[in-house]
């Protein structure tokens, strides 16, 4: 007797889909022929993630590609995406910028935060890092369209020199979920994406902690540093952007289940870095 129409949907119910109806709609819209479709279903049943079968995942309105081993963006990470939009939307480019307002995303993965900046803001100069080369190549087919350029490397380490003292709002999605609980995150998250893009060490604040020191250093003056962060940790990270010489201040949206530590340079302030650096010139001339 043949399959019914049914019975993906009985079969992803039972693999543990919560959204089994939906999940068989889009292989099947996806899928060119009757056997395609259930070789999606049975990568699916594996545990493989949606988004990595399909080739995309939907974030704020876009469609971004995915590949295998990429990490697929969240939707609680489009909070992250509104907060950065509104802070880009009152800076304006200095007269250094040509009038562009610089926005760098870190631990881009797929690139998903900077397309959809990209998406709503026009004329803005958009950066991306990555560490993984498997994210960096997903990330320039996603924002290279858009204008943006990604470089591969390791936090701030790959971005062009002229960006440091010029970076109006800097995003990070860090891996902030700590060692010892990886191994209670979804199967298909701890299996199928990159350990680096959801390991941030004991604490969870390893990563963070290495982008709040470098941002002092690359933020224009009255700009922003945006980091995805759990409730828990929320006041750790504040308090880490308060140490660094950052005015900081936490947004949440509890829909997404979503937190955002906001830390900003005063105005008229000379990066760290920068006034480390001529602090020692000036020495050496006395």
């Known amino acids: 007797m043949a399959d019914s129409p049914e019975d993906p949907v009985r079969r992803l119910r039972a693999a543990g889909c919560v959204f089994a109806e939906d999940e068989v709609r889009l292989l099947a819209e996806a899928a060119t022929s009757a056997a395609e479709l259930e070789a999606m279903i049975e990568r699916r049943i594996a545990g493989l993630p949606l988004e990595h079968i399909l080739g995309w995942a939907e974030f704020c309105g876009l469609r971004i590609g995915v590949a295998t081993g990429v990490f697929v963006p969240r939707r609680r990470t489009e909070f992250l995406v509104r907060q950065a939009e509104l802070l880009l939307r009152a800076s304006d480019g200095g007269p250094s910028d040509g009038g562009r307002r610089a ?156 937190t955002v530590a906001i830390g900003t340079v005063a105005i008229g302030t000379v990066a760290m870095g920068t006034a480390a650096t001529g602090a020692a010139a000036m020495g050496r001339r006395g």
């Open 103 to 258: 926005a760098v995303d870190l631990c881009c993965g797929s690139g998903a935060v900077g397309a959809a900046l990209a998406a709503r803001l026009a004329g803005i100069e958009l950066h991306a890092s990555d560490l993984d080369p498997n994210a960096v190549r997903c990330a320039k087919r996603n924002l290279e369209p858009a204008g943006g350029r990604v470089h591969e490397g390791d936090l701030f380490d790959p971005l062009p020199p002229g960006l440091r003292g010029r970076i109006r709002v800097l995003v990070a999605n860090a891996p902030y979920v700590p060692t010892a609980a990886i191994g209670t995150m979804p199967p298909e998250a701890r299996t199928h994406e990159p350990r680096m893009s959801l390991d941030g060490g004991p604490d969870g604040l390893d990563i963070q902690r290495r982008v709040i020191a470098g941002a002092t250093e690359w933020l224009a003056p009255g700009g922003h540093v945006l980091i995805e962060t759990s409730r828990g940790q929320a006041r750790q990270t504040i308090g880490l952007m308060r140490q660094a010489g950052l005015t900081a201040r936490l947004a949440s949206d509890p829909e997404l289940d979503a």
